[in-house]
């Protein structure tokens, strides 16, 4: 039912601790680039930057990429449009944890993946705060997911940065969607 919390606001702060924990754990010593996907993984990032500031891990730089592959649709295109970019040079020996709100196509993991390739990182790895592993398109269920904090059903969801429509990001919990809210939105929207 739309509004129905999934997780609540504790559950997922408990959890990025503990994600944060494991990060700061593996890349002790190292330098670490946090590469956050707008807009979704925006909270997401900004709470993980203060965990693993408070689990020791300190020496990390950011950067944000924006990369779409539904545009106003609900399902994934199957291919990604990056529309804002890092510069290639500032990829270049670092190793780059790339952090986004959802895997659910794994579409934009994969294409990131591919599209930062050929800039001499030093390594790369995923963090996904939710996994929706039924939606996993067949020729990428292979693709490695490294940091993934919640397993979830396949159902669309709103907030903690998650939006419906450009609806709904600022709940601190994450609720099922499209709430009425955010479907009224979208009709005002088009009604502009």
């Given at each position: ?7 609540r ?27 956050g ?21 300190t ?9 779409g ?46 599209h ?18 039924s939606?996993?398109r ?12 919640f397993k ?19 709940n ?5 969607g ?14 502009q």
């Open positions: 039912m739309p509004g129905e919390i999934v997780l606001e504790e559950e997922i702060q408990k959890r990025v601790d503990e994600l944060a924990e494991d990060i700061a754990e593996r890349y002790r010593g190292q330098k670490l680039m946090l590469v996907l707008l807009k979704g993984a925006s909270v997401f990032m900004v709470h993980m930057m203060e965990a693993l500031y408070k689990a020791g891990c020496d990390f730089e950011t950067e944000y990429m924006e990369v592959s539904r545009g106003n649709n609900i399902e994934s295109s199957g291919k990604i449009k990056i529309i804002k970019d890092i510069p290639a040079e500032k990829l270049v020996n670092k190793n780059v944890l790339l952090i986004d709100d959802i895997a659910d196509s794994l579409t934009t993991f994969a294409g990131v993946a591919e930062f390739q050929p800039n001499g990182l030093t390594s790369f790895a995923t963090l996904s705060l939710l996994e929706k592993p939606e996993h067949p020729d990428l269920r292979g693709f490695p997911l490294d940091f993934v904090g979830i059903p396949n159902v669309w969801v709103e907030g903690y940065g998650l939006d419906s429509f450009e609806y709904g990001r600022g601190p919990n994450i609720v099922i499209p709430t009425p809210g955010a479907l009224a939105f979208k009709a005002s929207q088009q009604q």
